[in-house]
């Protein structure tokens, strides 16, 4: 977590707040229950890939099935030992760290471990306030990659508008103030409701 946090931020001479500074943590166990995998069922995965939308997640599950994407390849996380969890980084700590932690793009398929019970524990640090800034800490000699003037509320607005991620990007990098969009109130609640997952 502390280096997931030193990641974030810029030179200590800024005197750059870290992420923990307005951040809130929750918890939750996800349980996996066993699937019956016929011909004509349909084929949906037990978690779609998503990118979560807080800073960072921890995971530790209790069977392998979690697969990150890297090099549009998917890649499989093997069990890991007790007391270890995979982290993750999320949209507003991609913002956040300027680009060095990325949003990890995951997701568990259906047919891995698809019989047995996947109990997953998963803690999310997510911005506290809606107006959380995620200024970009840029370090010295660093390109800044993500422009000022963004908070949380203005990350998730567009992650609801827009279905390309590419076009997330390229907002983050090029948008002005004026460009914010409001959207209804009905569309934020939903969202709200999914957990902010983006």
Known sequence: MSAAASSSD????????????????????????????????????????????????????????LQVRI?????????????????????????????????????????????????SAVLFCNPKHTDTSLEPAVRTGEKQNFINGITATDLQKKLVESKLEKSVDQWLKHRSKQSITTISSTVWRKFRNKGGRG
């Not at 349980?31 to 995998?37: A, E, F, R, V």
Request: charged share 25%; hydrophobic share 35%.
């Open 71 to 119: 090099d549009n390849k998917w890649h499989d996380i093997p069990s890991l030992p007790d007391g270890t969890a995979v982290v993750m980084g999320g949209w507003c700590g991609k913002v956040r760290s300027n680009g060095r932690i990325p949003a990890a793009l995951h997701r568990v398929p259906k047919n891995f471990h698809a019989q047995e019970s996947r109990v």
């Open 10 to 65: 810029a030179d200590d001479e800024g005197g750059s707040s870290t992420i923990y500074d307005d951040a809130t943590f929750n918890y939750r166990m996800i349980d996996y229950y066993p699937q019956t995998i016929s011909a004509d069922a349909p084929s949906r995965p037990r978690l779609a890939e998503h990118r979560d939308f807080g800073f960072i997640t921890l995971v530790q599950a209790s069977l392998p099935g």
